[in-house]
């Protein structure tokens, strides 16, 4: 708090008139099948992001991000999306949402203030976005609700940005609790925060691989490819949600082979990971480390099999598993691991034992040797969502 006065200050005079603050995060399982109308399961994290702001006398807006040492500026009359602008533009596209809902908006300045940058992958953008919807609420008097908050983010995400993804990364930041998680259903949209109780470490790395995309997801993300894979969904009330996709080999075939096989292994792997969220939310209900370590194993997999993942980031994951003392015991693992975010290199995390995190740190060094890449890891706990302060 003091740091983000101290900033503002420094560059606009006075102090800011509020603060918000917004929490990073990441994505467990599902968040490369939103597509599909599936759910999401994601955790809000103590990597906070800060945003101060005061007001001005015109329709002017600055904003300065004091880690990356970077100044834009824009206005009400040439709001309009820059590639120049980078980061800035999340900001602008967050003003646009207020515009485009009818809010009366008045000039602002912003300070942006995160140890965590945006292209780590863990959130920090999505949070910028928050916490600056809620200083511009607070700021301006529009006394705004999460649903609210909500339109405003979607009209900036689709009509200024072009994005329609970010539903899972929103309602982690806002809804989030401490010890908690976050699970998202696009199909309802809505949001349901689950308990998380297991006495573990949670470890965020960026492993520094720069993401070099080897396919286009968005090819995979095709009208007809929705109609195909809804065939396949099954009611059934003993399963949480009440639904889940057919697993009789027989009829997946069937139902897929109007595809090619490339499209169809990569839906059948949207498939799994549906299963993979359903049992890690059970096996979190049932307290049930052994269950839910199985689930975020196999989702990396999966993730290995829609060719999501990397080399490097497979390297390190195994190494997870050689924690266990009995790695070989693939029913009752007691570390698990999975690549997060955007995928094709940078983020994963791993949730282990007290007692393992030393070693982990160990085999990070034993990659940056053999790799050329130098992993950073963050230590993190299931974080409260945003707010005013």
């Known amino acids: 708090m003091e740091k983000v ?23 467990l399982a599902g968040e490369h099948t939103w597509f599909f109308r599936d759910k999401t399961l994601s955790m809000a994290v103590n990597l906070p992001v800060y945003v101060g702001a005061s007001l001005r006398n015109d329709t002017s807006f600055r904003f300065n991000f004091v880690q990356l040492g970077e100044k ?4 009400l009359a040439t709001l309009k999306l820059k590639k120049e602008d980078k980061w800035a533009n999340s900001l602008k596209s967050v003003i646009y949402g207020f515009v485009a809902c009818g809010y009366d908006m008045k000039g602002i300045d912003f300070t942006v203030f995160t140890d965590i940058l945006p292209s780590a992958g863990f959130g920090i953008t999505t949070a910028i976005k928050v916490a600056s919807a809620l200083a511009i ?32 990364d929103t309602y982690a930041a806002v809804y989030s609790k401490k010890n908690s998680l976050v699970l ?7 949001a349901e925060v689950i308990p998380f109780k297991f006495d573990k470490k949670v470890i965020l790395t960026d492993a520094n691989v720069p993401r070099i995309v080897t396919w286009n997801e968005e090819s995979l993300m095709q009208p007809e490819n929705v109609l195909v894979l809804g065939e396949l969904k099954s009611r059934r009330s003993n399963v949480y949600g009440g639904w ?15 595809v090619s096989e490339d499209t169809k292994r990569r839906l059948v792997c949207v498939m799994k990971e549906h299963k993979c969220v359903l049992d890690c939310v059970n096996a979190i209900q049932k307290n049930d ?10 989702s990396h997999d999966t993730m290995k099999d829609y060719d999501i993942s990397c080399p490097e980031i497979d390297w390190i994951i195994k190494r997870v598993r050689e924690l266990d003392e009995n790695p070989d015991d693939l029913r ?8 997060t975010g955007k995928g094709f290199g940078r983020g994963i995390y791993t949730i282990l034992e007290e007692k393992d995190v030393e070693n982990y740190r160990k085999r990070l060094v034993e990659y940056e040797r053999i790799f050329g890449f130098s992993a950073v890891c963050y230590e993190v706990t299931p974080a409260e969502g945003a707010k005013i302060l």
Do not use: W
């Open 184 to 190: 998202t259903d696009y199909a309802t949209k809505q």
């Open 332 to 339: 009752n693992p007691v570390n698990c691991g999975r690549i």
């Open 244 to 258: 889940c996709y057919d697993d009789n080999a027989q009829d997946v075939n069937e139902v897929l082979g109007v």
């Open 5 to 27: 006065i101290e900033e503002h200050k420094k560059e606009y005079g006075q102090k800011p008139d509020v603060i918000a603050y917004a929490p990073g995060r990441f994505h």
């Open 289 to 298: 480390f052994f269950m839910f370590s199985r689930a975020i194993n196999r």
């Open 72 to 75: 834009k500026h824009t206005n």
């Open 137 to 168: 609420s607070e700021l301006c008097g529009f006394k705004c609700r999460k649903d609210d908050i909500f339109k405003i983010m979607e009209k900036g995400n689709r009509n200024y940005l072009g994005t329609d993804n970010h539903m899972a």
